[in-house]
T-cell receptor, first 117, second 114 residues
Framework: GAVVSQHPSRVICKSGTSVKIECRSL??????MFWYRQFPKQSLMLMAT?????????EQGVEKDKFLINHASLTLSTLTVTSAHPEDSSFYIC?????????????FGSGTQLSVL | DAKTTQPTSMDCAEGRAANLPCNHS???????VYWYRQIHSQGPQYIIH???NNETNEMASLIITEDRKSSTLILPHATLRDTAVYYC???????????????FGKGTKLSVIP
């Protein structure tokens, strides 16, 4: 099956710093990638949808200036958490939809656990 | 997308079949039933999907009732590695120019017991 690689798997940073998370589709091109956030014992919540070459679409309540998304190529999307604070500590997960053909499923990265001290 | 209802948690003995139910009484005619699972601290993993016919793959079987208002995911021989949260999601297929996001509910936490 298709592979989505997410890096880093875990990051600890100081409050006020910025953190970049990468999401790569390794063996397929992804027109669209999604970024989710998951707090402990809760379900995944969609943060934003990124389309290659265009601006991301953010869900209500998600600050676009705080969570910067770049989808510069068909195989890479990045999420940058700017000026991170302890309340941004969460599990961040990306997913990707293959570019070609009718694809009935999305593929997910392994997630990034962000801890802000 | 139609709303789904799943039990909060279930236990299953190792080696036995795990039957996970899902109610989706408001499902529309063109909506599929998708199942994903999430093992602790990992991203979700696709399991299976179907429209109205029963489906089987190497991971599981999906049984959809004739009125399509409910379905059951069956793991035929559960192992300890099947311990995870299982999500039942109902939505239109990923085609054309529509939205491709998945909306996750709370899912069912399946614990496979030795």
């Amino acid at each position: 099956g298709a592979v989505v690689s997410q890096h880093p798997s875990r990051v600890i940073c100081k409050s006020g710093t910025s953190v970049k998370i990468e999401c790569r589709s390794l063996d397929f091109q992804a027109t669209t990638m999604f970024w989710y956030r998951q707090f402990p014992k809760q379900s995944l919540m969609l943060m934003a949808t990124s389309n290659e070459g265009s601006k991301a679409t953010y869900e209500q309540g998600v600050e676009k200036d705080k969570f910067l998304i770049n989808h510069a190529s068909l195989t890479l999307s990045t999420l940058t958490v700017t000026s991170a604070h302890p309340e941004d500590s969460s599990f961040y997960i990306c997913s990707a939809r293959p570019f070609r053909g009718v694809q009935e499923k999305l593929f997910f990265g392994s997630g990034t656990q962000l801890s802000v001290l | 997308d139609a709303k789904t209802t799943q039990p909060t948690s279930m236990d299953c003995a190792e080696g036995r079949a795990a039957n996970l139910p899902c109610n989706h009484s408001t499902i529309s005619g063109n909506e599929y039933v998708y199942w994903y699972r999430q093992i602790h601290s990992q991203g979700p993993q696709y399991i299976i999907h179907g429209l109205k016919n029963n489906e089987t793959n190497e991971m599981a079987s999906l049984i959809i009732t004739e009125d399509r208002k409910s379905s059951t995911l069956i793991l035929p021989h559960a192992t300890l590695r099947d311990t995870a949260v299982y999500y039942c999601i109902v939505r239109v297929p990923f085609t054309g120019a529509g939205s491709y996001q998945l909306t996750f509910g709370k899912g069912t936490k399946l614990s496979v017991i030795p």
